[in-house]
């Protein structure tokens, strides 16, 4: 075997035990990146502090545009989201509508 080849075949196994290995560590958060024990909370993150979803016109992490934006959310810790306070009313597992 020539040595081109070998080390070819060499950066192939090394490129496909790194994917094995990121597959394996994928189990570790779900598929929209949230880690295990977190869920997403609507309105309650301030302006440009979301994690994403902030509506039309928007395209994802720190776009929202308003305080405790209904349709924006932020990760937080499973359990707590619908007991965080805002000034209008407490955080939701769904998209809310605001003022």
Request: net charge negative; charged share 20%; glycine share 12%.
């Amino acid at each position: 075997m020539k040595a081109q080849t070998k080390i070819a075949a060499l950066t192939a196994s090394a490129f496909a035990l790194s994917m094995a290995a990121a597959v394996a560590n994928a189990d570790d958060s779900d598929m929209d990146g949230a880690q295990d024990g977190m869920e997403r909370c609507y309105g309650i993150a301030l302006a440009g502090e979301n994690d994403c979803a902030a509506g039309p016109g928007t395209s994802c992490q720190g776009t929202s545009t308003v305080d405790f934006q209904g349709n924006a959310w932020t990760y937080v810790e499973e359990g707590t989201c619908e007991s965080i306070e805002t000034p209008y009313g407490n955080g939701s597992l769904e998209p809310v509508e605001r003022p």
